[in-house]
């Protein structure tokens, strides 16, 4: 294989570009041309090519997002729109492609892949949702950034008797803010995969308060089934009475845009220059991933449309440690 392209897709994660820079340069070492896609699949289809050099990627390695942009693009999930994406890469002799994202992104590589053309995913998402990966690029900065959120926050909740209702990111999957629980300490937590009912949230604050604690936080991920701002309603609707002044912070994109982490680097790293290896030796369609610490690849078609179960044994853990 001579002539590859890599491009980022969906939500930005901070290590896409550690993973770009892998790929470009451990594809280079072998002898082939690497191509940049701008804008995820909305390039591809418009047969955007960029080439890239081992040069061109310098000095990205410590950056969060992605420079080669990414975007959320409705036309590739259309079988004309792949067609048109496929003609693309045909025409530019382009004879593999690397993929980087998320669960969405990795349906619309398998999608790719069974048209006929090689395709390899990269695990890449701060949800840590993706099936095949058991830590995937951007999770571990954006756990950090959350915790160091919730850090701050006890230091000024501290000062005031406050409580926080802190939400954080992860669309469906409860993962970040169940760690950031675990790690920040606090009170309790909020996920998608469990009912959570504001009653109990109320007698978990007012409880802390009782027991004489100086602040209180919960974590509340996004897609919880009551959402931070829902919460802080539920509690201003019933005049709930915790002794404890409450305040809502939503981190959202906050959450993303941080320096990778060292872990993140060095993950992206591996996984991309895995990417190649992948394509090199013909294994296509797959998803490489990290499980039970070494680098592995799982076919695409046992990694769309799921969505990794949560440990639940660590969301007992949070509720032992409160
Ligand atoms: P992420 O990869 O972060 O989960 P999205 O779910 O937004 O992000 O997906 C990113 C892009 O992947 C979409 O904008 C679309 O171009 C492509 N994609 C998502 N789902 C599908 C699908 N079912 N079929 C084809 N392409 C898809």
Not at 282 to 289: D, M, N
């Amino acid at each position: 294989m001579k002539k590859i392209a890599v491009l980022t897709s969906g939500g930005d994660a901070p290590g896409m570009n550690a993973a770009i820079r892998a790929v470009v340069r451990s594809g280079s070492q072998k002898g082939m041309d690497v191509y940049g896609v701008p804008l995820g699949y909305s390039g591809l289809i418009d047969g955007k090519f960029l080439p890239l050099g081992p040069r061109d990627v310098g000095g990205i390695i410590q950056k969060g997002g992605t420079f080669l942009g990414s975007a959320r693009c409705e036309e590739f999930k259309t079988e004309s729109g792949r067609k048109k994406a496929l003609r693309a890469l045909n025409s530019n002799g382009i004879e593999g492609l690397v993929v980087i994202g998320g669960n969405g992104s990795q349906t619309g590589s398998y999608l790719l892949s069974e048209m006929g053309f090689p395709v390899v995913g990269v695990a890449s998402t701060i949800d840590n949702d993706l099936v095949g990966s058991d830590i995937t690029i951007g999770v571990d900065t954006a756990l950090n950034i959350a915790l160091e959120a919730i850090d701050r926050l006890k230091v000024t909740g501290s000062s005031h008797q406050r409580a926080f209702l802190i939400e954080v990111m992860g669309r469906k999957c409860g993962y970040l803010a169940l760690m950031a629980a675990i790690a920040g300490g606090a009170e309790t937590v909020t996920l998608p995969e469990v009912d959570v009912e504001p009653e109990e949230i109320v007698e978990v604050l007012s409880n802390a308060y009782e027991r004489g604690k100086s602040h209180a936080i919960v974590v509340v991920a996004e897609g919880a089934k009551y959402n931070a701002t829902k919460l802080a309603e539920y509690f201003t609707e019933h005049h709930e009475e915790i002794g404890f002044a409450l305040r809502v912070t939503i981190l959202g994109h906050v959450q993303r845009g941080g320096s990778p982490s060292a872990q993140d680097r060095i993950l992206a790293s591996r996984l991309g220059a895995g990417a190649v290896d992948s394509l090199e030796r013909g294994e296509y369609g797959v998803l490489v991933g990290w499980m039970n610490n070494v680098l592995t690849t799982t076919p695409l078609k046992d990694v769309v449309g799921k969505t990794k179960q949560l440990d639940m044994q660590l969301f007992e853990l949070a509720r032992v440690l409160d």
